[in-house]
């Protein structure tokens, strides 16, 4: 008896929580659905946590996708350049460190999708070999290889870009 009790008032406790997640998710301008697809276990991890916290909750399957299509997603704010010790050159939110270990697009990255990147030039990153002429403004080369350089000013995008 007393099983049933508490079992009913867990029941009762998840369905105010669902309809919780609904009326954020209007507010969101978020499909009801993505409320409902949520299975009772995932609704009742979501008890206690702020309104902020859910919100953003809701949003993730929209960012994955976004995400998953190479677009930075807008709660980032304006994207800054970061360098991901395992992508190279990427696009993070400003807060985040100059470098970091790890980021969102390395399983992107590693799955084969594509990431955005930012622009970078050939003049300030590790592997350039500047022309023995003119270091400054001449055609030099990459040391990762023959045809790969650009002029050390020209801005491009290289996922081999490093920082000297
Ligand atoms: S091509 Fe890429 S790796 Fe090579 S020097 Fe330029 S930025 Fe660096």
């Given amino acids: 008896m007393g099983a049933r009790v508490a079992g009913s008032q867990v029941s009762q406790r998840v369905a105010d929580l669902r309809a919780?997640?609904?009326?954020?998710?209007?507010?969101?301008?978020?499909?009801?659905?993505?409320?409902h697809a949520l299975d009772d276990a995932d609704v009742a991890?979501?008890?206690?946590?702020?309104?902020?916290t859910l919100?953003?909750?809701?949003?993730?399957?929209?960012?994955?996708?976004?995400m998953d299509a190479g677009q930075v997603p807008p709660?980032?704010?304006?994207?800054?350049?970061?360098t991901c010790e395992g992508c190279g050159p990427v696009l993070l939110w400003p807060e985040c460190p100059p470098v970091v270990k790890a980021c969102p697009w390395c399983?992107?990255?590693k799955a084969g999708k594509a990431i955005p990147r930012p622009p970078?030039?050939?003049?300030?990153?590790?592997?350039?070999?500047?022309?023995a002429v003119n270091p400054d403004a001449g055609l030099g080369r990459c040391a990762l290889g023959a045809r790969r350089a650009y002029w050390?000013?020209?801005?491009?995008?290289?996922a081999d870009w490093r920082a000297p």
């Fill in 20 to 35: 919780h997640l609904l009326t954020l998710a209007a507010d969101e301008g978020l499909p009801a659905d993505r409320v």
């Fill in 45 to 52: 991890a979501c008890a206690d946590l702020p309104d902020d």
């Fill in 55 to 66: 919100r953003a909750y809701l949003h993730l399957p929209e960012r994955g996708q976004r």
């Fill in 75 to 82: 709660e980032w704010g304006e994207p800054a350049r970061r």
């Fill in 107 to 109: 399983f992107r990255r």
């Fill in 120 to 131: 970078v030039t050939c003049g300030d990153c590790r592997h350039y070999l500047p022309d």
């Fill in 152 to 158: 050390p000013m020209k801005p491009h995008r290289c």
